[in-house]
């Protein structure tokens, strides 16, 4: 069965600092990677999908980047955080070819940049 | 663009009872797909149950089920028997073919005791 891991869990960072999310997928292959935010009750903010391996899409402009440096691993990015990054993050996958494909989550990375 | 809405915010209702959540979307598109979505309390988020726009039948999971009405752009869902686990922020989603998923603003729903 597939399953998606992410973490760190939670995390507190200093403004300024850099960060480093990780996402992976077992169990499938070439699969639609997601990065949402969330904030504090509010909706799902797509950040970034991929398709493929260096294949990165982002949606909106913003201090974070993502890579996939392997078919299963997408990881968000930040040089130099801001207080605005603080959030509730989440790494999803879909079925890359499956276009009825549901949307599959992680358990989520909460950021608190102080 | 596509958008989806979720008026009520938050929602309350006793165990063992029936409760209804709202969602309404906009979209131009005939093939897509909806999607309700639970995200308990510091929990994973998973699909509830899930509605192709093509089939006019009603999906049914259980004790969730939808009202899908397409002209009207209305994708409700029942809960029936309320249980206190299912407790949690409830996402209405569509997609179209081929594209990425619209979220909607959540409800948070309590189920009390």
């Known amino acids: 069965s597939q399953t998606i891991h992410q973490w760190p869990a939670t995390l507190v960072q200093p403004v300024g600092s850099p960060l480093s999310l990780e996402c992976t997928v077992e169990?499938?292959?070439?699969?639609?990677l997601y990065w949402y935010r969330q904030a504090a009750g509010r909706g799902l903010q797509l950040l970034f999908y991929s398709i493929g391996i260096d294949q990165i899409s982002s949606e909106v402009p913003q201090n974070l980047s993502a890579s996939r440096p392997q078919d299963r691993q997408f990881i968000l990015s930040s040089k130099k955080l801001l207080l605005s990054d603080s959030g509730f993050y989440l790494c999803?996958?879909?079925?890359?070819?499956?276009?009825?494909?549901?949307?599959?989550f992680g358990e989520g990375s909460r950021l608190t940049v102080l | 663009a596509q958008t989806v809405t979720q008026s009520q915010p938050e929602m309350s209702v006793q165990e063992a009872e029936t409760v209804t959540l709202s969602c309404t979307y906009d979209?131009?598109?005939?093939?897509?797909?909806l999607f309700w979505y639970k995200q308990p309390p510091s929990r994973q988020m998973i699909l509830v149950i899930r509605q192709e726009a093509y089939k006019q039948q009603n999906a049914t999971e259980n004790r969730f089920s939808v009202n899908f009405q397409k002209a009207a752009k209305s994708f409700s869902l029942k809960i029936s028997d309320s249980q206190l686990g299912d407790t949690a922020m409830y996402f209405c989603?569509?997609?179209?073919?081929?594209?990425?998923?619209?979220f909607g603003p959540g409800t948070r729903l309590s189920v009390l005791p």
């Open positions: 169990g499938t292959s070439n699969p639609n």
């Open positions: 979209t131009s598109e005939s093939n897509y797909y």
């Open positions: 989603a569509f997609r179209h073919y081929g594209q990425n998923f619209v």
């Open positions: 999803a996958w879909s079925v890359r070819l499956g276009e009825a494909g549901e949307l599959f």
